[in-house]
């Protein structure tokens, strides 16, 4: 898409690039009370996207990702959905609280950034602090995150626990890096195939346990990242 595409509807001004959606929110005289009307972004396999909301919130969206959010906001309170990975810089608004809900988890927040990872074929939901404060529940529990600490929900038992992390390795992506500590290459690949669209098996299912600490751009090719692996594991 060479030329930005612009595109005006009510209440709202969108400007479309190759990289990013851009939706702008118009002040209206008369503040007449009106239904949300909500969008799909889709970002597949092998890609990615920015997306900046009418309240002035910015999404990064990870390969193999879905977000649902409103045209322009309306109500008490900001609310979208998602289903695979995103890193939110949320716009302050004390008096319009900012919701991330996924299929087992929600994410309460007035002004801040963090990284929600919640793959439906993956067991766990993990919400990462990188500053400000957030409140993450589930069915059964909830917990309060401050910088540096992440919030873990099994998708099954519904449990969940509160860790301190390395919040680098949880937000890397953003910046077009793999960053990983002491990661399991069973864990590594899964990253891999949702980047570079692969599926990997297991010959012998020891070679999971492989642990890897690294940094590697994405921009780099898949056969870049295998021979990295194969010369850093012997």
């Known amino acids: 898409q060479k030329e930005d595409m612009k595109l005006d509807l009510p209440g709202v001004k969108i400007v479309a690039t190759e990289k990013k959606i851009v939706y702008r929110a118009i002040e209206e005289e008369t503040s007449t009370p009106k239904e949300e009307e909500y969008n799909t972004l889709v970002v597949p396999r092998g890609g990615e996207y920015m997306l900046e909301l009418s309240d002035g919130t910015k999404v990064w969206l990870n390969s193999d990702s879905e977000l649902r ?4 906001f309306v109500g008490d309170r ?5 289903e695979g990975e995103a890193y939110f810089e949320v716009k302050k608004d004390s008096l319009h609280p900012f919701i991330v809900h996924t299929p087992h988890t929600n994410t309460k927040v007035l002004g801040t950034s963090f990284n929600v990872s919640a793959y439906e074929d ?32 099994n998708n099954i038992s519904e449990e969940m626990k509160k860790q301190q992390v390395n919040i680098t390795s949880y937000v890397s992506w953003k910046e077009g890096m793999f960053e990983f500590y002491d990661m399991p290459l069973g864990q590594l690949i ?21 642990k890897f600490t690294g940094a590697i751009k994405r921009s780099n090719t898949l056969k870049f990242m295998l021979e990295f692996i194969e010369k850093t594991s012997n």
């Open 69 to 72: 959010f409103p045209i322009t």
């Open 78 to 82: 900001r609310s979208v959905e998602i």
């Open 122 to 153: 993956e067991e766990l939901t993990a919400i990462t602090l990188v500053q400000g404060k957030v409140e993450v529940y589930n069915q059964n529990e909830k917990c309060i995150l401050e910088p540096g600490w992440q919030a873990v929900s």
């Open 190 to 210: 899964v990253q891999l195939s949702r980047w570079y669209d692969v599926d990997f098996f297991f010959v012998n299912e020891t070679t999971r346990q492989f």
